[in-house]
């Protein structure tokens, strides 16, 4: 049982209780033998079933400036505003390495459709908690190329598939402000 006085004292627990989002990020970002521990860590996620009812699409280097191309596409063909269309290649490009979660549902009488995303969904943060752990730091994305049918496309995800979160990853450029006193988790439950 651990010291619940000494938080500090139990990595785990200071990653999670501590866990910070980074909007700002640079080189270095996650490499292959760091990528290979983030994606196994998201293959540990809790899943219904053994479904695995998730996959990844990575960009790095030029694969972002290819993302970001398709972003444009999307954002040109949905008839998007402008300044919309004119920002789309820049997305990706505000961090080394962008995971695109998908949630890929697998066709089963058991497991409901909102399990299979939730677990997809779980992938996310278990990379994020997992780059941190690596010394790397990321921000969780969705905006409008979550939901764009037309960035499916480009992407090739199925009828089937969502789009879960596009993971940003790499060095934050500067530090986050400290993290602003949390409301007392007793809020946010009730006893039954
Ligand atoms: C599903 C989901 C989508 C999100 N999409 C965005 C986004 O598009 N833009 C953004 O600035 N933050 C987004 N966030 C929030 C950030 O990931 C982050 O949690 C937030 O900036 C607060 O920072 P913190 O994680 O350090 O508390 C999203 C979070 C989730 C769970």
Redesign the pocket.
Same mark, same amino acid.
């Given at each position: 049982m651990a010291d619940l006085n000494d938080e500090g004292a139990n990595p785990a627990l200071d990653l999670l209780l501590n $866990? $910070?989002?980074h909007?700002r990020l640079t080189d270095p970002g996650p490499g292959d033998a760091a990528l290979d521990l983030i994606l196994r860590a998201a293959l540990r996620v809790p899943d219904f079933g053994r479904l695995r009812p998730f996959r990844f699409l990575a960009a790095r280097g030029e694969g972002r400036i290819r993302l970001g191309q398709a972003l444009q596409r999307a954002a040109v063909a949905a008839g998007r505003p402008p300044h919309v269309v004119e920002r789309a290649p820049r997305m990706p490009l505000r961090a080394p390495l962008v995971i695109v979660a998908i949630a890929s549902p697998r066709a089963d009488q058991t497991v409901p459709l909102f399990d299979q995303q939730l677990c997809a969904?779980g992938t996310v943060l278990t990379m994020q908690l997992a780059a941190r752990a690596l010394g790397f730091s990321g +921000?969780? $994305?969705? *905006?409008w190329p979550m939901y764009d049918r037309g960035v499916h496309r480009e992407l090739d995800l199925t009828e089937q598939e969502q789009i +879960? *979160?596009f993971l940003y990853l790499g060095t934050p450029v500067q530090d986050?402000d400290p993290r602003p006193p949390a409301n007392h988790p007793s809020d946010y439950l009730v006893w039954l």
């Open positions: $866990r $910070r989002s909007h969904a +921000v969780w $994305r969705s *905006g +879960v *979160g986050t």
